[in-house]
Structures are given as structure tokens and as C-alpha cells.
């Protein structure tokens, strides 16, 4: 495509920045982009403009509890994109786009995307937390081999969802990882599926699956690749039996 024409195509070229088309979607305009100097300008813009963002805003640590909310609030951003990109491409055809209008309403959202990347804008988001079902935060322990004392490991529960909360934890050493495991009877653990490390901020969320029947979710420093049986004492252990703080 020439120079200066417009494209139907150019509002998908936000979602393509940030990732956030399916893998169809993504293969399908990245064959159309190749060939397309109208989008791929927009793509530069639209990078330069995220990437100025991210560079502006000085990364902050967030409260330990924050990532769960954070990742529910993407899903709904996601789902209201390719919401509002469907209802574009359906006004393109029958009108010339208003591009200055589009370009604000696609920043708007990547503002979004690079607050939960990890970068706080002023604060924490808080959204609409009172419509959400409460939810139930069950504190654990974390071995000094893991941690220190300032280290920090939390389940939270929200309806269906349910993550593993860590804060101030070290990484495992060099050649292994970190395996979570639940107890659903006294010294049997079976995996979750969930293998992690931890960046150098020491914070980070796992999502695990059901707790019901579980006693106590345990994690572990393993190998590599995994292990299907716990190969040494656990680092952190949560008890699940036990009270925990309920929230709005």
C-alpha cells in the first residue's frame, strides 16, 4: 500500500504492540504489516509512544497482594479491546476513521498494559473492588533459605481463582527452581504444575489450581526440569487450615 492512503487495517496495530491478538489474529497481520508502510508507521508510532511511557515512569515494587488484582484488571482490558477493535473495523467501512481520536483511546490502554508490565503510575489501580467477591488471604512461612526474614509468601483466594503471593523471596540456586506442591493428606504432596523462579525484586505471583481438600501447600527447591516427589524440606510452607484475613 501507498504512502498516505488510509488502511482498515491500522486498528489492530495497538494490540499488536502490546501483545495482546491471538496467535491467529498476530499471524495473520504480521503477513499484512510486511507489506503495509500505512501500519507500519502506526506500529513505530505507537512504540516509540510505549516506550517513552516506560522510560518516564520509575519502576516501584508493588504491595505484596497487588499482582492478583492487576492481572484480573488485564483480562478486562483485554476483553474491552477486542471489543472496541471489532466495533472500529465495522465503523471503517462505512466511514473514514478519526485517527487522532484512535491514537489517544489506544495509549489510554497502553498506559494500561505497561502499569501491570510492572510500573506503578501514581499509585496503586483501584478499581471497582467492591463489585468483586471478597476474598480470603491465607499467610505462610518462608525458610531462611529462601528469604530472610523479610520474605513473604501469602495464598490468595477470590472465587474461583487462586494464586500463590511472594514478596522479598530470593531466587533458587543456580540450576534449580522452585516447585509448589499440595498436601491433601499428612507427608503426601502431589505437584501443581507449578514451576517458578523469582526475579530480582524478589516479588512475583504463581497461579495455582484448587486448594479443596489440600492441607497444606508446600514449595520446594528442585532440579531444572521438575521433580515428581519433593527432593528436599520445603522453603515455604502455608498452612491452609488455618484463619486467614478476608477482604472486599
Not at 69 to 79: N, T
Amino acid at each position: 500500500m501507498k504512502p498516505g492512503h488510509d488502511c482498515d487495517h491500522t486498528h489492530l496495530t495497538a494490540a499488536w504492540v502490546l501483545g495482546t491478538l491471538t496467535p491467529a489474529e498476530a499471524e495473520r497481520f504480521a503477513a499484512h504489516l510486511a507489506a503495509c508502510v500505512v501500519c507500519q508507521a502506526e506500529v513505530a508510532s505507537l512504540r516509540d509512544a510505549a516506550d517513552a511511557m516506560a522510560d518516564a515512569v520509575p519502576a516501584v515494587a508493588p504491595p505484596p497482594g497487588v499482582s492478583a488484582r492487576l492481572m484480573a484488571a488485564v483480562g478486562r482490558e483485554a476483553e474491552l479491546f477486542r471489543a472496541a477493535s471489532a466495533q472500529e473495523a465495522y465503523a471503517a467501512s462505512t466511514r473514514r476513521p478519526r485517527r487522532r481520536l484512535r491514537r489517544g483511546a489506544l495509549l489510554a490502554v497502553a498506559a494500561v498494559s505497561l502499569f501491570v508490565g510492572g510500573s506503578i503510575l501514581g499509585g496503586v489501580l483501584d478499581g471497582p473492588e467492591n463489585l468483586r467477591p471478597a476474598s480470603r488471604t491465607i499467610a505462610g512461612k518462608v525458610a531462611l533459605a529462601a528469604g530472610g526474614p523479610g520474605a513473604e509468601a501469602e495464598i490468595m483466594v477470590r472465587g474461583d481463582d487462586t494464586a500463590l503471593v511472594l514478596s522479598n523471596v530470593d531466587p533458587p540456586a543456580e540450576g534449580r527452581i522452585y516447585q509448589a506442591w499440595l498436601e491433601r493428606s499428612p507427608s503426601v504432596a502431589v505437584a501443581t504444575g507449578a514451576l517458578f523462579s523469582v526475579g530480582t525484586s524478589g516479588d512475583t505471583t504463581i497461579r495455582l489450581p484448587s486448594l479443596r481438600g489440600a492441607q497444606r501447600m508446600i514449595v520446594t527447591s528442585e532440579p531444572s526440569s521438575g521433580s515428581t516427589v519433593p527432593t528436599l524440606p520445603p522453603v515455604m510452607v502455608v498452612d491452609l487450615s488455618a484463619p486467614g484475613r478476608t477482604s472486599p
